[in-house]
């Protein structure tokens, strides 16, 4: 199992760039970033280079999304500021050789407007999947549960499903965040995952209900797990959750995998 940890979460006790290093320190060989752009692409680069990490995936910037708003990506007209947004992740994709991103659907407060949300979103989605293929980057979209982002445009397995029906690239695929799709009660995550496999891009991880290390929520992670290990899926696994406490110490899941699974951390 490829381990990745994701620094806009993990290891929070440091500033971003002091992150990569103690991500190193703690047996990680690759990182994901949800948005770097607070950093320069130079400085993250250089941090990559001194620790020999691997960047494997940041999202496109998505406006105003983390303040309780719409986003970018699904809004009638913004379609100018969502292509911006790409075109800003372009420039670290390139420059970090990042091989996976991620784009958040965003919100939509108002259901009757749902349908012309979602044409908007997935024009939005196969446009930066068509610039970021000639680089081979896959695009990745992700189900949010609506609990912590009420009014969420995707929010369950069954709508993911129905993007990538619609789809028109090869590129794109599904973000399956355990915490996410487990707090929507989606039944046995272990099975999904079993089942999706390969039409998975990209893994995160966090336990329910509080998103802390795996062993503080009600998830039978052994399984999950073993689930991710023996699927199709081929990809990243991050560590997405919120530590309870110092980062290092809530690493216990790492040497089970270790102990019991095959694992390039």
């Not at 983390?66 to 947004?85: I, Q």
């Not at 929520?217 to 991710?228: N, P, Q, T, V, Y």
Request: contains cysteine; proline residues 4%; hydrophobic residues 40%.
């Amino acid at each position: 199992m490829k381990l990745a940890a994701n620094l806009s979460m993990l290891f929070t006790e440091q500033p971003l760039l002091e992150r990569f290093g103690a991500a190193k320190t703690a047996g990680f060989n690759a990182v994901e970033v949800q948005f770097p752009y607070v950093e320069k692409v130079a400085d993250i680069k250089a941090e990559l280079k001194a620790h020999e990490l691997e960047c494997v995936l940041i999202n496109v910037p998505a406006g105003d999304l983390m303040e309780g708003g719409e986003g970018l990506a699904s809004v009638p007209g913004k379609e100018a500021e969502f292509a911006a947004a790409v075109v800003e992740c372009l420039s670290y994709v390139t420059s970090l050789r990042v091989k996976r991103v991620n784009v958040l659907p965003g919100r939509c407060f108002d259901e009757s407007k749902r349908s012309l949300y979602l044409e908007t979103f997935m024009r939005n989605l196969n446009t930066a999947a068509e610039m970021f293929k000639p680089l081979g980057v896959t695009v990745t979209f992700e189900a949010i549960n609506t609990f912590d982002m009420p009014g969420f445009l995707i929010n369950n397995v069954q709508q993911m499903l129905d993007v990538m029906a619609d789809s028109k690239h090869d590129n794109i695929k599904m973000q399956f965040d355990v915490y996410h799709m487990a707090r929507m009660e989606e039944g046995d995550v272990s099975a999904i995952i079993s089942r999706l496999g390969n039409q998975i891009g990209h893994i995160q991880f966090a336990d329910v209900p509080g998103r802390g290390e795996p062993g503080t929520g009600e998830l039978d992670f052994k399984s999950i797990f073993s689930a991710i290990e023996y699927s199709t899926y081929e990809g990243w696994v991050g560590a997405e959750y919120k530590p309870t406490k110092n980062t290092e110490d809530t690493l216990r899941w790492k040497q089970w995998i270790a102990s019991n699974l095959a694992m390039c951390s």
